[in-house]
């Protein structure tokens, strides 16, 4: 089996001095007081382009011969890895030809734009990396040019493993826990490697989000499968199937495979922000988002977590609240059936609503010739608690309702 190799990485760690930055291994003290532990964070977030892919796009390309580089590179990203293969083409002087799917956060289009300048073109193209991945090999095939894959590469592989590096080097205490995001898994691979060769004692622990398991799925079927659905909200992790090379890698060398909500991931990102003022990708806070997994495992042990990336795209701060204030069980929405007479209304906020509950979204338009007429209500309470009440003084009320909040199809297409 074809495996990256930690003499390998230490090469890559030499090319890549002069162009990445040793990013900093920094105690949260947050973190630490909140799980009992020595919780650190390797923060790739503050990379050069504020995510650990330059690191494996470069490490490839520097392997590249000039004819080969002449013919330009290719690659399909969501995101961070087409900024790092960006960045290095510029660097280089090296054309470099990024599909990315139709769904990436604009915010990751102008920063490819911006690291890449007129080195690269970009192309849009389907609904997922996949999607993009075909139109990729397709082009690559075409010209004779080098795909440069995300993370189904040993160069690649061994690029990201120099983040395993730095965490040994900057740690001055021996490590019982590593915590990294897993998407397609060249991370996982190269940082384990590393961890197994410096550090076996180690416990390795990948994190995907739940509603894209690729990795997980695969391990517990003993095979590489391919997802038919996923959530793909977490864009920098949602991948529907895991390198080849990497699943070898990892089903060897990892621990366990987490599964983190999306709403929990959506719920650290904005603790990261409101307690220490870090800014991270849905991606980036998996890591962090799985220490209440292991909590009572953790306690009083030396933890480390990548934060792989920065990339967060401001507009998505009202979806990512939304989302976690229903997973923390905070926002409700409900199908409510109004009678159709003058005061309704307000008999609903006088002997259902508590003092401290929020309609946060009302939607109601009266129709004729009806008793009752439906009104899409969005609720946000203060304690999670409080939920069970709402319920009982709903039903007591005689308001007839349909709690949707659980019917993803229905809330989808409502909300």
């Given at each position: 089996m074809q495996k990256?190799?930690?003499?390998?990485?230490?090469?890559?760690?030499?090319?890549?001095?002069?162009?990445?930055?040793?990013t900093p291994l920094e105690k949260s003290e947050t973190l630490s007081a909140k799980y009992g532990a020595n919780i650190y964070l390797k923060r790739e977030d503050l990379q050069t382009v504020r995510s650990y892919k330059l690191r494996g796009a470069f490490n490839k390309m520097s392997s590249l011969s000039k004819v080969e580089l002449s013919k330009g590179v290719v690659c399909a990203s969501a995101g961070n890895h087409a900024q790092g293969l960006a960045w290095a083409c510029n660097f280089m002087e090296v054309k470099g030809y990024i599909f990315m799917p139709n769904t990436t956060p604009k915010q990751k289009i102008r920063q490819v734009r911006y690291f890449g300048k007129e080195w690269v073109e970009i192309m849009l193209v389907g609904d997922t990396y996949d999607d993009a991945s075909a139109a990729a090999y397709a082009y690559t095939e075409k010209h004779?040019?080098?795909?440069?894959h995300p993370f189904d590469d040993i160069q690649v592989m061994e690029g990201q493993g120099t983040v395993g590096l730095e965490i040994l080097e900057d740690a001055d205490q021996a490590i019982d826990y590593v915590f990294f995001a897993i998407g397609g898994g060249g991370l996982a691979s190269g940082v384990s490697t590393v961890f197994k060769e410096r550090s076996p004692e180690t416990t390795l622990i990948g994190v995907e989000p739940e509603g894209a398991p690729s990795m997980k799925k695969s391990l517990e079927m003993g095979e590489l499968i391919t997802l038919?659905?996923?959530?793909?909200?977490?864009?920098?992790?949602?991948?529907?199937?895991?390198?080849?090379l990497t699943f070898e890698v990892c089903k060897n060398q990892l621990t366990d495979v987490l599964l983190v909500p999306e709403g929990k991931v959506c719920s650290t990102i904005l603790d990261l922000y409101s307690e220490d003022a870090i800014v991270v990708e849905p991606a980036g806070a998996?890591?962090?988002?799985?220490?209440?997994?292991?909590?009572?495992?953790?306690?009083?042990?030396?933890?480390?977590?990548?934060?792989?990336?920065?990339?967060n795209d401001i507009l998505r701060m009202e979806e990512i609240r939304e989302r976690s204030l229903i997973y923390e069980?905070?926002?409700?929405?409900?199908?409510?059936?109004?009678?159709?007479?003058?005061?309704?209304?307000?008999?609903?906020?006088?002997?259902?609503?508590?003092p401290t509950d929020d309609i946060v979204f009302f939607e109601y338009?009266?129709?004729?010739a009806r008793e009752r007429g439906p009104a899409l209500v969005g609720i946000e309470i203060r304690n999670k608690e409080d939920f069970e009440g709402l319920l009982r003084k709903l039903e007591a009320s005689g308001f007839?309702?349909?709690?949707i909040n659980d019917k993803p199809e229905l809330f989808e297409f409502l909300i």
């Open positions: 990256p190799q930690f003499n390998q990485i230490l090469q890559a760690a030499e090319r890549l001095a002069p162009v990445v930055k040793h004779g040019s080098t795909y440069v038919q659905s996923m959530d793909k909200f977490v864009d920098g992790a949602a991948v529907a199937r895991v390198g080849e998996l890591s962090i988002a799985a220490l209440d997994q292991m909590a009572d495992k953790i306690k009083g042990k030396n933890v480390v977590c990548v934060i792989g990336g920065g990339n069980g905070l926002k409700h929405y409900f199908i409510l059936r109004f009678p159709q007479r003058a005061g309704a209304l307000q008999g609903f906020l006088s002997d259902v609503l508590g338009s009266k129709k004729t007839q309702y349909t709690y």
